[in-house]
């Protein structure tokens, strides 16, 4: 079965200082892997995917992500954090056993950004 | 106008009452889905309907029930719900084909609280 994992609950880091929230995944095959924030009281937004061709992806909000095959990571970065990255982050994959986009989702990083 | 809306966005209701979620998308998609987030839990997928077809049930209690009368409206019934229900329910849209990779697009939530 598809699966992701995020391994820290929370992440602090100073505004300014640069961020990483960190995912792991098991899938078989080619992995399709996915980004998304939560902001408080709101749905998920879509940040980036990763499909095929380059490692890092760059996404919404100066956020990138790298792939890495042999570490079966795929952990979220972004050089400079802003206060008003503090959210909760998840991290998926899709299921490709499905005709749909039934994607399964890690339990969330919460990330908070200190002036 | 976001992409993907939701109705109501709070609901407080008793354990013998009736109420309904309703989600609307402006998207053209043609899959939609019904997601659960709880404190401290993984999201879990509940219904997911694809071509106004119902698609999966991840063994979700009776007490509720979806209704997807065209492809761009999705509705959840609920009835004599129970405390541990009270939860943020998502709805999700995507193009539900199976070769494609696209990203899920997520309304704001019905934040649900069960007395």
């Known amino acids: 079965a598809q699966s992701v994992a995020q391994p820290e609950d929370q992440v602090n880091v100073a505004e300014g200082n640069p961020l990483t929230v960190k995912c792991t995944y098991s899938v078989s095959g080619n992995p399709y892997l996915f980004w998304y924030v939560q902001y408080p009281n709101r749905g998920l937004q879509f940040l980036l995917k990763y499909i095929t061709g380059d490692n890092l992806v760059k996404g919404s909000y100066g956020f990138e992500a790298e792939f890495n095959k042999s570490q079966t990571s795929f952990h979220l970065k972004k050089p400079s954090a802003l206060v008003s990255d503090s959210a909760l982050y998840f991290c998926a994959v899709r299921d490709l056993n499905t005709g749909f986009q039934k994607l399964v989702f890690g339990t969330g990083t919460r990330l908070l950004v200190s002036p | 106008e976001t992409g993907v809306t939701q109705t109501p966005r709070h609901l407080v209701m008793g354990m013998t009452n009736k109420k309904s979620l309703k989600c609307e998308q402006h998207?053209?998609?043609?899959?939609m889905y019904w997601y659960k987030q709880s404190a401290k839990k993984p999201l879990e997928l509940m219904f997911v309907y694809s071509l106004e077809e119902r698609v999966e049930n991840n063994s979700v209690p009776s007490r509720f029930s979806p209704e997807c009368p065209n492809s761009s409206h999705l509705f959840l019934h609920l009835h004599t719900l129970q405390p541990e229900d009270s939860a943020l329910y998502l709805c999700?849209?995507?193009?539900?084909?199976?070769?494609?990779?696209?990203?899920?697009?997520f309304g704001e939530g019905s934040r649900l609280t069960v007395l």
């Open positions: 998207l053209g998609h043609n899959a």
């Open positions: 999700a849209s995507s193009h539900g084909t199976s070769g494609s990779a696209g990203e899920l697009f």
